[in-house]
Structure formats: structure tokens, C-alpha cells
């Protein structure tokens, strides 16, 4: 048995022509880094504005570049949510430690920090550092917010969305019974986070807000409050996540497109071995989420340590991106 993400491995296409996608997409992503260096080198420097005798200018209201000492916690605190929930993952496989750890990390990014910062809507912040005029700069925290969760899923498998993203803790901790739906239907509800994320990001480098934190359904939750509107979507979810494992993260959240793509080349990930398994179907009719599958017997794992490392590369570009757009 194997998850439904590593099962998308499967029946892949022949090495070469994955390797020449990849080297197609990393080809145009070194354009972008090369065209937005040229024209960061070409920008003219900032210069003081003139003084005029008698007409002193007034004060500016600056906001300081640096990110307050909260903002710097909050990192450090993902950075070891991160570490620990692989180890109660893939280490201790132990279901108690992740509702524990869970439950601490909804405490504090959700109703302690209001959700905000939050990796699901740094996605924005990025795209409008990347593509969007105006001089725009990440800061430096956001953009960790939106690194570390995709490292370590490149690392780990999702173990963000394990135990410590707290839009994903709100729907278990309010689970109660499990509706299996058709699969054709859950096909075509998983489509929608891909249309969600394009639309986020073509919103948000046009300058039209961010779409994403403006109807994430949990917000009125964490803050205890907020419009009529978003307070009736907020009671639909959680009315949803009674009966339907995770519906937000399953059939709208745009952030876990890019985890379930960084999965895909995990080093390590939770898994069931197919020598181990007695076939009794357990843990496949226990999954809330429908995410266990029967495996396939076809050996593609020659084509992981490629597409990792291209993968790896790719992500490590955005950084330098951000520096050469927005710190340049």
C-alpha cells in the first residue's frame, strides 16, 4: 500500500522526457533571474531630495526594514514545528505526539499570532515581490514563512500540513464522523485549488489584493470575529469539517499545490510497505482524507534523485529572485 501522493509517481513518463521538462522550466527561470538582475543593475541610485532654505521638508513616516523580534519568533517557533513533526512522523510514527503537537501550533499560529503570518498567504507576497512594479520588497521572515514549509516537504513529505499549519488543525479538532465521497466528484473538486492559486497570484501581481487572506474561512475563528460575510463561510467550514476530512485543505487551499508538488520527491516520507502490508484495508477505510491507495508495481524511483535535485535548485532560485528584486 502507498499514499496517493506517492502513488503519483507511478506510470510516469520515460526519464529523458521528464528531464528535458525540467531542464525547459529551469532554462526560463535563469532568463527570469538574468533579465530582473539586468534591470535591477540598471535602476539609478536613490538620491537625497533637495533642501530648500526656509522650507525645512517635513518629517517622513518610514517603516523600519527589519522585521520585529515577534515576527523573528515566529520563525524560529516554525523552524522547530517543522523538525519536531517529522520526527513524530517518520521516527516515532506517533499519532498522540502530532495531535499534541497540532493542537500547540493552532494555540499559537492561530489564536495566539491571528493567523497572520501564515505560509498559505505568503504565496501572494512572493509573487508580488517577483512580478508585480513598484519596488515592492519581501520581507525577509515572509519569505521564510513560505521556504520552510516547502523544504521540508521536499525533506519529509508534508509535515506542515500534519501537525502544524493551523488551518488543517481547526478542521480535526472539530472531526467527528468521516462521508466518503465519489471519486469523480472529489476529482473534480481538487482541481479547484490550482484555479484558486492562479487567480491569487495574477490578483496579487496586479496590485488587487490578496485574495487568499481576504476569504480564508478560519480567520473570523482565530480573531474571534470579523464581517458577516466571512464569519457565514467561517460556520460552513467548520459545518463541512464535522463530517468531510479537511474539506479547506483538500479542495481549496492553494499553498498545498506547491507542498503536494515538493512531496512528490521527498527523501522520506510516511509510507506503507508493500512487503509488510497483510492487506486487511484498515488504514485505508480509516483515512479521513481518502489519501491511501493500492500501490503499483512499477519501479520509477531511478527518476527521484533527478528530479529532486532540479526541484531542489529550483527552489533555492525564488531567494535569489527576492534579493535581486526587492533587495537589489
Same mark, same amino acid.
Given at each position: 500500500m502507498m499514499t496517493r501522493n506517492d502513488s503519483a509517481l507511478q506510470g510516469g513518463r520515460p526519464q529523458g522526457e521528464r528531464m528535458?521538462?525540467?531542464?525547459?522550466?529551469?532554462?526560463?527561470?535563469?532568463?527570469?533571474?538574468?533579465?530582473?538582475?539586468?534591470?535591477?543593475?540598471?535602476?539609478?541610485? =536613490?538620491?537625497?531630495?533637495?533642501?530648500?532654505?526656509?522650507?525645512?521638508?517635513?518629517?517622513?513616516?518610514?517603516?523600519?526594514?527589519?522585521?520585529?523580534?515577534?515576527?523573528?519568533f515566529d520563525v524560529l517557533v516554525l523552524v522547530l514545528a517543522l523538525s519536531l513533526a517529522s520526527w513524530l512522523v517518520l521516527k516515532r510514527r506517533s499519532r498522540r505526539g502530532v495531535w499534541v503537537l497540532m493542537v500547540a501550533c493552532l494555540l499559537y499560529f492561530g489564536f495566539y499570532r491571528a493567523g497572520c503570518i501564515c505560509p498559505v498567504g505568503s504565496v501572494q507576497n512572493v509573487a508580488q515581490g517577483l512580478f508585480a512594479t513598484g519596488g515592492y520588497a519581501v520581507p525577509l521572515t515572509v519569505l521564510l514563512f513560505f521556504l520552510l514549509p516547502l523544504i521540508a516537504a521536499l525533506l519529509w513529505g508534508r509535515v506542515f500540513c500534519a501537525a502544524v499549519c493551523p488551518l488543517g488543525a481547526v478542521q480535526d479538532v472539530v472531526h467527528v464522523r468521516t462521508t466518503r465521497l465519489p471519486?469523480?466528484?472529489?476529482?473534480?473538486?481538487?482541481?479547484?485549488?490550482?484555479?484558486?492559486?492562479?487567480?491569487?497570484?495574477?490578483? =496579487?501581481?496586479?496590485?488587487?489584493?490578496?485574495?487568499?487572506?481576504?476569504?480564508?474561512?478560519?480567520?473570523?475563528?482565530?480573531?474571534?470575529?470579523?464581517?458577516?460575510?466571512?464569519?457565514?463561510?467561517?460556520?460552513?467550514?467548520v459545518g463541512l469539517s464535522l463530517f468531510i476530512g479537511r474539506p479547506y485543505c483538500r479542495f481549496l487551499c492553494p499553498y498545498g499545490v506547491l507542498l503536494?508538488?515538493?512531496?512528490?520527491?521527498?527523501?522520506?516520507?510516511?509510507?506503507?510497505?508493500?512487503?509488510?502490508?497483510?492487506?486487511?484495508?484498515?488504514?485505508?477505510?480509516?483515512?479521513?482524507y481518502e489519501a491511501i491507495v493500492p500501490s503499483i508495481?512499477?519501479?520509477?524511483?531511478?527518476?527521484?534523485?533527478?528530479?529532486?535535485?532540479?526541484?531542489?535548485?529550483?527552489?533555492?532560485?525564488?531567494?535569489?529572485?527576492?534579493? =535581486?528584486?526587492?533587495?537589489?
Open positions: 528535458a521538462r525540467w531542464m525547459h522550466a529551469w532554462h526560463r527561470l535563469s532568463g527570469l533571474l538574468l533579465l530582473t538582475l539586468a534591470t535591477v543593475a540598471g535602476l539609478p541610485a =536613490a538620491q537625497d531630495p533637495p533642501q530648500l532654505r526656509g522650507h525645512p521638508l517635513p518629517p517622513t513616516h518610514v517603516p523600519d526594514p527589519a522585521a520585529s523580534w515577534h515576527a523573528w471519486t469523480w466528484f472529489e476529482h473534480a473538486l481538487g482541481l479547484v485549488p490550482y484555479l484558486f492559486l492562479g487567480v491569487a497570484l495574477v490578483l =496579487a501581481v496586479a496590485g488587487a489584493g490578496y485574495v487568499i487572506c481576504r476569504f480564508d474561512p478560519f480567520i473570523p475563528i482565530f480573531r474571534l470575529g470579523g464581517p458577516a460575510p466571512m464569519v457565514i463561510l467561517a460556520v460552513l467550514f503536494r508538488w515538493a512531496s512528490l520527491v521527498a527523501r522520506r516520507h510516511l509510507e506503507i510497505y508493500p512487503e509488510k502490508c497483510i492487506n486487511c484495508r484498515l488504514c485505508e477505510d480509516s483515512c479521513p508495481k512499477d519501479d520509477t524511483s531511478a527518476d527521484l534523485p533527478t528530479s529532486r535535485r532540479w526541484l531542489v535548485a529550483a527552489v533555492l532560485a525564488v531567494p535569489l529572485l527576492m534579493v =535581486a528584486s526587492g533587495y537589489g
